[in-house]
């Protein structure tokens, strides 16, 4: 049974920064690529950033490039998300998720190439 669980989330203002982590189980971390993706309310379910499981690439959506980064300690089994000049756009409920296919080539942006997800966490950003 995988379980991924984040953390990290909260109330920050704009131009702050936040950390976010999930906490994975129930598979080999390691072999993974991992995403993060993100809901505002009203919205659709958009991609944020992925990493290969090597942790040796990663991809962002232009919306966050810059000031987001995606890490992850594969002897924690855990993957980060740092936040920096956060902007109101921002707030959202985020999600971290582990790719369906071990040791994949190319980092996807799509949900469906994921196939566990967390509970979520929420990020709100004041102006």
């Known amino acids: 049974q995988v379980q991924l669980v984040e953390s990290g989330g909260g109330l920050v203002q704009a131009g702050g920064s936040l950390r976010l982590s999930c906490a994975a189980s129930?598979?080999?971390?390691?072999?993974?690529?991992m995403g993060w993706f993100r809901q505002a309310p009203g919205k659709e379910r958009e991609f944020v950033g992925a990493?290969?499981?090597?942790?040796?690439?990663?991809y962002y959506a232009d919306s966050v490039k810059g000031r987001f980064t995606i890490s992850r300690d594969n002897a924690r089994n855990t993957v980060y998300l740092q936040m920096n000049s956060l902007k109101p756009e921002d707030t959202a409920v985020y999600y971290c998720?582990?790719?369906?296919?071990?040791?994949?080539?190319?980092?996807?942006?799509?949900?469906?190439?994921?196939?566990?997800w967390g509970q979520g966490t929420q990020v709100t950003v004041s102006s």
């Open positions: 998720a582990i790719d369906r296919a071990a040791l994949r080539m190319v980092l996807t942006t799509t949900p469906e190439t994921y196939d566990y």
């Open positions: 129930g598979r080999t971390f390691s072999n993974y690529a």
């Open positions: 990493i290969k499981a090597n942790g040796r690439s990663t």
